[in-house]
């Protein structure tokens, strides 16, 4: 059974920085896509960034040059660094696993809240 478990999140100013971690235990087969994504008050989650198992990137367009993705695969951890945060930033934000065919199977974390306020 794979889990994962978000940490880092927090409160902070306009202008500051966090950084998310996301641990994962269990069977996480190559090709697998890991990602994160957030969801704000009243919209729908949505994709914040993506890395495939050959660390190719994707991030979304509202967060690109602010936030950096990464994964250690020996020690089972997916990150994300948000530099330059905006108040438009807080959501809460899931760590997600998914595993292409014939598994076809998605996983996620129990999210984590990030606010940014002054």
């Known amino acids: 059974q794979v889990q994962l478990v978000e940490s880092g999140g927090g409160s902070v100013q306009p202008g500051g920085s966090l950084r998310l971690s996301c641990a994962f235990s269990g069977s996480i087969f190559s090709g697998n896509v890991m990602g994160w994504y957030r969801q704000a008050p009243g919209k729908e989650r949505e994709l914040v960034a993506s890395?495939?198992?050959?660390?190719?990137?994707l991030y979304a367009e509202p967060v690109k040059g602010r936030f950096t993705i990464s994964r250690d695969n020996a020690k089972n951890t997916l990150n994300l660094q948000m530099n330059s945060l905006k108040p438009e930033d807080t959501a809460v934000y899931y760590c997600?696993?998914?595993?292409?065919?014939?598994?076809?199977?998605?996983?996620w974390g129990q999210g984590t809240q990030v606010t940014v306020s002054s």
């Open positions: 997600n696993l998914y595993l292409p065919p014939p598994l076809k199977l998605t996983y």
């Open positions: 890395i495939s198992s050959d660390r190719q990137n």
